[in-house]
């Protein structure tokens, strides 16, 4: 196991030491006191353990293609932004825009997510234990998203593809959003998402509303105008 | 950009490390703005009377400008404790005094002479330059308190210079001062409705008219809370906003959530900030932070 101690150091050296520390064949990766520095832990391309014993700031672990990385307490804005592969947890809260235009691996938040989660996303997963702001899945593509608590204003607003799951209040849908009835798969795969990475996040018996795009927006028709008009 | 803090001490007696914490959050985010940095800080109220800080100028013979503000003083009673230091000079007043007539007298010097800032415990002192420049002028690490706010600024439309720095006080109410992130878009509309109705813009900065704006709804009886609640409703553009007066510390966080801005709570103090890096670095020991959520009023009291 690597330990690296941020101390006073430059994020561009202790980002070095993971890229050294990796290089060498260490496969499990700690990094004490980051005191919420950002841009820590970016483009880790290989399927490495990193623990953040701490806060970090904006836009840790963007760029992943692999890694699992665990963050003790909060992160800042564009947590895991474009993300190709891996698995990123947050043990307190994420700043605006986390997971934002993943394409792939899973984000777990175990305490809030604030606006703009998940926004542009083009295929993964974005768990949030407790509540998300303002915004969430604006323009998603593909993937999912996974509320367990309530979601803000302007959800799932101008959706292609991504399908969203909320087990609390939606404080208002966003334009072209709509609620579906949850399949069975769905069902099925909610269950077994949530059991593998947010086994204490679901109340007892708590259902989920399943929210996606109306497709209205798609393609341009002039007799919609009037959604048209709303949208823009 | 621009970076903003808050510290609220919810024990300490009025005695807690204001200056201390509120540079030492500054300085972890002076990367954010250059420009300027400034601070508004909240000591113990000196039994009724107003502490009064003056620019005395942006340049030239300032200790000459401070002997003419002496004798302008002279018709006023109960003033005392006199200084100048940099850029300023700071004396006290007593609480009956007209404070308009107190300006007037004061800025009618010249143009480049101003209130800074007035109130029974706010002292605003700010300048150009870094966190670490404002401290080793003015030492304002030094000063205890209840609470306090901040800025680092990186200009974007208008002047870099001392009266274009933050915090602002809102001029002609007492220990009301604002920090703001952000672009009020609706600014020219606003001053020009102020400035029908006589009020003095003292800068061209667009975070000008939140403090004038707070102050002409809390005139009007609303509370901090309200008044940012309304400021939602009639400001536009992108704003983290924190203000403070002499018992309440608060911020907004406008319509899109477009600007930064994390708290934390603990049952000794509140801090907030533009960024997490700010908080850790001033305040060691456990606690969580999380960022505010779009349209977020909070107003602490004590």
């Known amino acids: 196991m690597a330990e690296i101690v941020c101390g006073n150091r430059a994020t561009r050296e202790i980002n070095a030491d993971i890229k050294q520390a990796i290089a060498a064949g260490d496969r499990d990766i700690v990094v004490k006191d980051p005191g919420a520095r950002h841009n820590l832990g970016v483009a880790v391309l290989a399927p490495v353990r990193i623990r953040f014993t701490g806060s970090v700031g904006y836009y840790c672990a963007g760029l992943s293609d692999g890694p699992h990385i665990e963050i003790d307490e909060s992160a800042g804005w564009g947590l895991a932004e474009s993300m190709m592969n891996g698995e990123i947890v947050v043990r307190g809260s994420a700043g605006n825009g986390a997971a934002a235009a993943i394409r792939g691996g899973t984000v777990v938040i175990h305490g809030d997510a604030a606006a703009r989660l998940g926004v542009s996303m083009k295929g993964g997963t974005v768990l949030v234990a407790g509540n998300c702001g303002y915004m969430a899945g604006f323009m998603g593509q593909k993937g999912a998203i996974v509320v367990c608590g309530d979601v803000g204003d302007a959800f799932a607003d101008s959706m292609y593809e991504t399908v969203c799951f909320v087990g609390g209040r939606v404080a208002g849908l966003g334009t072209d959003a709509i609620v579906e009835t949850p399949s069975k798969e769905d069902a099925a795969w909610l269950d077994a998402t949530l059991a593998q990475h947010l086994p204490q996040a679901r109340k007892r018996g708590q259902d989920f509303q399943k929210i996606v795009a109306g497709r209205k927006l798609w393609n341009f028709d002039k007799r919609e105008w009037k959604v048209w008009q709303e949208a823009l | ?302």
């Open chain 2, 1 to 302: 950009m621009c970076g903003i803090v808050g510290f609220f001490a919810k024990d300490g007696g009025g005695q807690a490390e204001i200056g201390q914490t509120i540079v030492g959050m500054l300085r972890a985010l002076g990367c954010r703005g250059p420009d300027s940095a400034g601070v508004a800080l909240y000591g113990a109220p000196d039994d009724g009377r107003f502490a009064v800080r003056v620019k005395l100028g942006d340049a030239g013979d300032l200790e000459s400008r401070a002997h003419r503000i002496i004798s302008r003083l002279e018709s006023f009673s109960g003033v005392s404790h006199f200084s100048t230091i940099g850029a300023y000079a700071r004396f006290l007043v007593s609480g009956d005094t007209d404070l308009k007539q107190l300006t007037n007298a004061i800025e009618s010097l010249d143009k480049d002479v101003e209130v800074v800032s007035l109130g029974h415990s706010l002292e605003i002192v700010k300048q150009t330059g870094s966190p670490d420049n404002l401290e080793k002028t003015y030492c304002v690490s030094r000063m205890k308190g209840t609470h306090g706010i901040g800025h680092t600024r990186l200009s974007t439309e208008s002047r870099v210079d001392l009266s274009h720095s933050q915090p602002f006080w809102s001029h002609g109410y007492p220990d009301l001062a604002i920090v703001h992130n952000g672009h009020i878009t609706n600014y020219h509309q606003l001053r020009r409705r102020y400035e029908q109705h006589g009020v003095r813009f003292y800068t061209e900065n667009d975070s000008e008219v939140v403090a004038i704006y707070l102050a002409q709804q809390i005139s009007k009886g609303a509370s901090l809370q309200e008044a940012f609640e309304r400021m939602l409703r009639d400001l536009d553009g992108s704003y983290s906003c924190l203000a403070a007066t002499e018992r309440e510390l608060g911020f907004v966080k406008d319509t899109f959530a477009l600007k930064p801005l994390v708290m934390t709570e603990t049952d000794k103090f509140v801090a907030v900030a533009t960024e997490e890096i700010a908080i850790r670095a001033a305040l060691p020991g456990q606690y969580s932070v999380r960022e505010a959520q779009v349209r977020e009023v909070r107003v602490w009291r004590r």
